[in-house]
């Protein structure tokens, strides 16, 4: 398994307060994503990185920021959660473009009540 | 933009049926295609991709698929199912972001199968 893992694993936490959640990769891949699960959804890309201090956004990046100041290290904040981000949030890395597969960690259940 | 459908939200087959799911995309340039299945509570794995090199693409567990051009297709089969097999699987495709040149993939909305004793 591709060495990614994500923290908290689960968390519930009241609307309007700031969120962060670290994905943390020991593979040295250049790509890292973070992705959003909900019925009916699939998985929808909230912002992406290309390298260090290089990152872009999704389609769904509103409300969120992120941050990549090493390699292995990709936080994903909410500024004000909101219970539209009840989700389970996914992050992915990748060697390479185009056909490079993506590896996904185990995910983020968080709860915003 | 490129868009995938996955048809069908729910399939339920008979332990040692055929296994068919359904995805169609859309792209205006030759696509790279994946399968990723999902297992309760875990995250997405690699069930096999398509990139050009053989339009029939085997990949994990038995699943297979194949690239149809002509009908914008890439549809999961697996001859036989076994109870192992229940889980989420979503189709997805390789798009180019703004900047140019990244791997960014865009999903389906997921089938979940269910496999009958």
């Known amino acids: 398994d591709a060495g990614i893992t994500q923290s908290p694993r689960h968390k519930v936490t009241e609307t309007g307060t700031p969120v962060t959640l670290r994905c943390h990769q020991t593979?040295?891949?250049?790509?890292m994503y973070w992705y959003r699960q909900d019925p009916g959804h699939g998985l929808r890309l909230i912002h992406y990185s290309y390298g260090v201090k290089d990152t872009d956004k999704g389609e769904v990046s509103d409300g969120y920021s992120v941050s990549r100041s090493k390699t292995e290290d990709f936080l994903l904040t909410l500024e004000s959660a909101t219970s539209s981000q009840t989700s389970v949030y996914f992050c992915?890395?990748?060697?390479?473009?185009?056909?490079?597969?993506?590896?996904f960690g185990p995910g983020t259940r968080l709860t915003v009540t | 933009a490129q868009s995938v459908t996955q048809l069908g939200s729910h399939v339920s087959v008979s332990e040692g049926a055929l296994v068919l799911l359904r995805c169609n995309y859309s792209s205006s340039v030759p696509p790279y295609l994946f399968w990723y299945v999902q297992y309760p509570n875990q995250g997405l794995q690699l069930l096999l991709k398509y990139t050009s090199a053989a339009t029939l693409v085997k990949g994990i567990n038995g699943f297979e698929a194949e690239f149809k051009k002509s009908e914008t297709s890439f549809h999961l089969t697996k001859p036989s199912a076994h109870m192992r097999d229940a889980a989420e699987y979503f189709c997805a495709v390789s798009e180019i972001g703004r900047t140019g040149g990244y791997n960014k993939l865009i999903f389906g909305a997921g089938t979940r199968l269910a496999v009958h004793p």
């Open positions: 992915a890395i990748s060697e390479g473009q185009g056909n490079y597969e993506q590896y």
């Open positions: 593979e040295n891949h250049r790509y």
